[in-house]
């Protein structure tokens, strides 16, 4: 057992081999502080941020547990030194959002990779995370760096690590890194030695726009030529760094320019509008979903601070206020189906905790489908030998993946990662169409629910401050599972261990996942419930489904003790 003693003696070591003054002086106060401060060092000092489903990504803050010039450092070493240790040669392209201390990390980054001996290319000024993924592929890179942390609060950062083609391989070039080659950077890491002793070298070069221009040039792609352009966006970039490049990305396309949320244009670290940066969290889309009515747009679209999701409400009578958010779901349902019938062959493919309408849809398309662990670093592997998880159809390249936070990759060979302007592009493009027929996405979604059911799905998130709380939660549903749910029998229960930490509950008509978040402190469950649309009547359906996620949620709460 650690005792205080032990950690400020593991404190003390700490600061003894910190490079960074500011690092120093903040951790000298929580230890000026003991023992008043006892649960913040330990926190501190719990263990080494890990590489999780996006990345590192933790709390700024000193210590191991934290982002900071030392973590930052002894990671880029660790990247560096494993790509050495594999022959891989070529530049690490780095990029970097608006958050606090993301341009001192890039560039710090820069020159641990100059004082290896490498070519370190900096994107010239603060970009989304998709146009880092682009580049890795663009400029034939070894390896990318991504310092965001996404949709996290504002005390966060991360740090996400992406592969070429010469270590990722066909399937992985471009994309973020997966095992075993997370387990064995975080090995070199723990071998680098003290952060103040990593060689620094030359500041790094800095790239033009013409990179940028590369992302917009193939991001406008994914809009067929001659589709219909006639849609009014309204827009928000969440105090993020999407506004600029998601409206050239619009005139690249030919559609009109976006109607911008003035209070969230601008990037902002603080992200002072908005409880929590992710337009998953409630009433994170009020400002543009007004702007949108008062506007009379035919669309709301947000993207989350580093671009690499996008979210979507639409005008609904029957909703308040008359308009309201799509879920993750069925935007990519939506565009799964939109690409179907633009006739784009090749794998689609989503997770594990996503809805399962995307195989039926799959399946009566005749279309390869494919089923992954959560995360795109899986997603864009969807097929591929030895990767985790089902596939059905023949061999075939991934053409879409989605998941159901957000995530859509609709271009995979020109971002082979999840991408909010690529996917918000096509959101367009297939809105445009059905408007210039006289109808809406919804009326889309109703079509596809005459055919297969209403899939309706929802969450039911725990956030928690202790994460073994977390792990009690996944033990005790783990130990006693329900055995019924919407009073039917739990038909299956099916533990994912060792390849995720995730257990399925399946019943006739509906499915509950339980898995932690790999971003954030919180236990999720994911849920689904399918209501057959008798004799096509989809309202009836639709409000028997609604009644069931009901239940089901309280079901599931009452299942995790809370």
Not at 48 to 62: C, I, N, Q, V
Not at 100 to 112: E, G, I, K, P, Y
Not at 166 to 194: H, K, N, S, W, Y
Not at 226 to 234: K, L, S
Request: with cysteine.
């Amino acid at each position: 057992m650690t005792t205080a003693d032990d950690l400020a003696a593991a404190a003390r070591s700490w600061l003894d081999d910190d490079p960074d003054e500011s690092d120093r002086t903040e951790l000298r106060a929580v230890l000026d502080a003991l023992p008043a401060s006892a649960a913040d060092l330990a926190d501190r000092f719990a263990g080494p941020l890990r590489f999780g489903t996006a990345g590192l990504r933790g709390p700024l803050r000193a210590g191991p547990n934290g982002m900071n010039v030392a973590v930052v450092r002894t990671a880029a070493a660790g990247l560096v030194r494993w790509l050495d240790a594999r022959g891989v040669a070529g530049p690490v392209v780095i990029g970097y959002d608006a958050r606090h201390r993301s341009h001192a990390f890039a560039q710090l980054t820069a020159r641990v990779v100059t004082g290896a001996g490498r070519r370190a290319l900096l994107l010239p000024r603060p970009l989304p995370t998709p146009v880092l993924a682009h580049a890795v592929r663009a400029l034939d890179a070894a390896a990318g760096v991504m310092v965001t942390a996404s949709h996290n609060p504002p005390q966060d950062n991360g740090y996400k690590v992406y592969l070429g083609a010469a270590a990722g391989g066909p399937g992985g070039a471009g994309a973020q890194l997966v095992p075993p080659a997370d387990a064995e950077i975080e090995a070199i890491i723990r071998e680098t030695g003290p952060a103040n002793r990593i060689p620094l070298g030359e500041p790094g070069e800095m790239l033009g726009e013409e990179i940028v221009q590369s992302y917009l040039d193939g991001a406008a792609a994914v809009v067929a030529p001659g589709a219909p352009r006639d849609i009014v966006v309204a827009y928000t970039p969440m105090h993020g760094v999407g506004a600029r490049v998601f409206t050239e990305a619009m005139a690249a396309a030919g559609s009109p320019p976006p109607l911008i949320v003035a209070a969230q244009a601008e990037p902002d670290p603080e992200f002072p509008t908005v409880a929590f940066p992710n337009p998953e969290e409630p009433g994170a889309m009020d400002r543009v979903i007004a702007l949108a009515r008062e506007r009379g747009a035919d669309l709301a679209i947000a993207n989350d601070p580093d671009a690499d999701r996008c979210a979507v409400a639409v005008a609904d009578a029957g909703a308040p206020g008359g308009w309201r958010a799509l879920r993750g779901d069925e935007i990519g349902v939506l565009l799964a189906d939109h690409l179907m019938r633009r006739g784009a062959r090749g794998r689609y493919a989503t997770t594990v905790v996503s809805s399962s309408l995307l195989e039926k849809l799959c399946a009566a398309r005749d279309v390869p489908y494919g089923e992954t662990l959560t995360g795109f670093k899986w997603i864009v592997r969807a097929g591929a030998p030895g990767v985790p998880g089902r596939s059905s159809g023949p061999d075939a390249p991934l053409v879409y993946g989605y998941e159901e936070a957000l995530g859509y990759c609709v271009a995979p060979e020109h971002v082979r990662d999840k991408d909010g302007i690529s996917a918000a592009l096509l959101v367009c493009e297939l809105a445009a169409g059905l408007k210039a027929e006289g109808r809406s996405v919804l009326d889309r979604l109703d079509e596809l629910a005459a055919e297969f059911g209403v899939h309706a799905t929802d969450q039911v998130s725990v956030r928690v401050a202790d994460t073994s709380e977390i792990t009690a939660m996944m033990r005790a549903i783990r130990t006693r599972p329900p055995t019924s749910l919407l009073g039917e029998p739990v038909t299956s229960v099916d533990d994912l261990l060792p390849e995720t930490d995730a257990l399925v509950l399946r019943t006739r008509s509906a499915r509950v996942v339980v898995r932690p978040s790999g971003t954030e402190p919180k236990l999720k469950a994911y849920l689904e419930v399918v209501a057959p649309a008798t004799d096509g009547d989809v309202p009836t359906a639709r409000e028997r489904s609604a009644s069931a996620l009901v239940a089901l949620r309280a079901e599931t709460r009452a299942a995790l003790g809370r």
